[in-house]
């Protein structure tokens, strides 16, 4: 049995000695094989005609214009004091303008005088923030756009359309757009009140309206709206006054004085309105104070 085993591991081992042999060679053997052999890329191609041509021998390509090679035209729109006035600029007095929008529609509309009588009314009604504050300012836009359209009306006529086109210049289209604004103001305005803003100025005695300085014309147009708001919130508080102090002496009365009473007389202060169609009347009274020349 032994026998057999060691003539069968015999030739094992000596093709295993063989193989130790001869793999370093094999080894070293390929790595001089790349070595020798020269690279494809190093051989010259066998037709000259065939070879690409290197960057450095193909013709220079012409470059392409630069979008910013050609200078803007410089842009004027306008003139101040004799000097062009650039578009940037035209720009920036625009949006500064819009931003005195408001302004304008508070102190040169009759905004002012509809918005207080109605929150005042709101107040009176004892209704918290019913109706809200959107609808109290939507009811007040839409009641001056109606009172107001006569003079803008007037005012694009007579100045805005003729600047547009171009039949009119701007310092004579700002006046004659503004008479009308003028106009509807001084209808408004309280006599002492312009005295007393023309006094704070230094600019009065005045001969004609047109006399007066925009400046003193607002100014004693918004205090002339105040006191006229306040003037028709006091004629309408004085119902629902009455009406809180009966329901304040009827609880009193009974003895239930610890229940507030403008939560009782709430709902007939409500009810009262409703029957005598108190929003078309508030709002026609408001319409009708107006004095529009």
Same mark, same amino acid.
């Given at each position: 049995?032994?026998?057999?085993?060691?003539?069968?591991?015999?030739?094992?081992? @000596?093709?295993?000695?063989?193989? =130790?042999? /001869?793999? $370093?060679?094999? &080894?070293? *053997?390929? !790595?001089?094989? %790349? +070595?020798?052999?020269?690279?494809?890329?190093? @051989?010259?191609?066998?037709?000259? =005609?065939? /070879?690409? $041509?290197?960057? &450095?021998? *193909?013709? !220079?390509?012409? %470059? +392409?214009?630069?979008?910013?090679?050609?200078?803007?035209?410089?842009?004027?729109?306008?003139?101040?004091?004799?000097?062009?006035?650039?578009?940037?600029?035209?720009?920036?007095?625009?949006?500064?303008?819009?931003?005195?929008?408001?302004?304008?529609?508070?102190?040169?509309?009759?905004?002012?005088?509809?918005?207080?009588?109605?929150?005042?009314?709101?107040?009176?009604?004892?209704?918290?923030?019913?109706?809200?504050?959107?609808?109290?300012?939507?009811?007040?836009?839409?009641?001056?756009?109606?009172?107001?359209?006569?003079?803008?009306?007037?005012?694009?006529?007579?100045?805005?359309?003729?600047?547009?086109?171009?039949?009119?210049?701007?310092?004579?289209?700002?006046?004659?757009?503004?008479?009308?604004?003028?106009?509807?103001?001084?209808?408004?305005?309280?006599?002492?009140?312009?005295?007393?803003?023309?006094?704070?100025?230094?600019?009065?005695?005045?001969?004609?309206?047109?006399?007066?300085?925009?400046?003193?014309?607002?100014?004693?147009?918004?205090?002339?709206?105040?006191?006229?708001?306040?003037?028709?919130?006091?004629?309408?508080?004085?119902?629902?006054?009455?009406?809180?102090?009966?329901?304040?002496?009827?609880?009193?009365?009974?003895?239930?004085?610890?229940?507030?009473?403008?939560?009782?007389?709430?709902?007939?202060?409500?009810?009262?309105?409703?029957?005598?169609?108190?929003?078309?009347?508030?709002?026609?009274?408001?319409?009708?104070?107006?004095?529009?020349?």
């Amino acid at each position: 049995m032994s026998r057999w085993l060691y003539s069968l591991m015999a030739p094992l081992l @000596a093709l295993t000695l063989l193989v =130790a042999l /001869a793999w $370093p060679g094999a &080894a070293g *053997a390929q !790595a001089q094989g %790349p +070595a020798a052999t020269p690279p494809a890329a190093a @051989a010259t191609p066998a037709n000259p =005609a065939t /070879a690409l $041509p290197s960057p &450095a021998n *193909a013709p !220079a390509a012409a %470059p +392409a214009p630069s979008p910013l090679s050609t200078p803007l035209p410089a842009v004027t729109v306008g003139r101040v004091g004799g000097e062009p006035v650039s578009m940037p600029m035209q720009v920036l007095l625009l949006m500064t303008s819009i931003t005195l929008l408001p302004a304008a529609l508070l102190g040169l509309t009759a905004f002012t005088r509809i918005i207080i009588v109605l929150g005042l009314l709101r107040q009176a009604l004892g209704t918290g923030q019913t109706p809200s504050n959107q609808i109290l300012l939507a009811l007040a836009l839409f009641l001056t756009f109606m009172i107001m359209t006569p003079v803008f009306e007037q005012s694009w006529t007579t100045g805005i359309a003729p600047y547009l086109d171009k039949q009119m210049d701007f310092k004579a289209a700002w006046a004659a757009a503004s008479e009308p604004f003028r106009g509807f103001m001084l209808a408004q305005v309280r006599e002492k009140d312009l005295m007393t803003f023309a006094g704070l100025s230094n600019s009065g005695p005045f001969a004609t309206p047109q006399d007066v300085p925009f400046s003193v014309l607002a100014a004693s147009f918004l205090t002339s709206e105040l006191k006229t708001a306040f003037e028709i919130a006091f004629l309408i508080y004085i119902p629902f006054v009455i009406i809180d102090l009966v329901v304040a002496s009827v609880l009193m009365s009974m003895g239930m004085m610890m229940m507030s009473p403008m939560l009782v007389s709430a709902p007939f202060k409500i009810l009262l309105f409703v029957l005598v169609d108190g929003w078309v009347l508030v709002v026609g009274s408001l319409a009708a104070s107006f004095n529009m020349g």
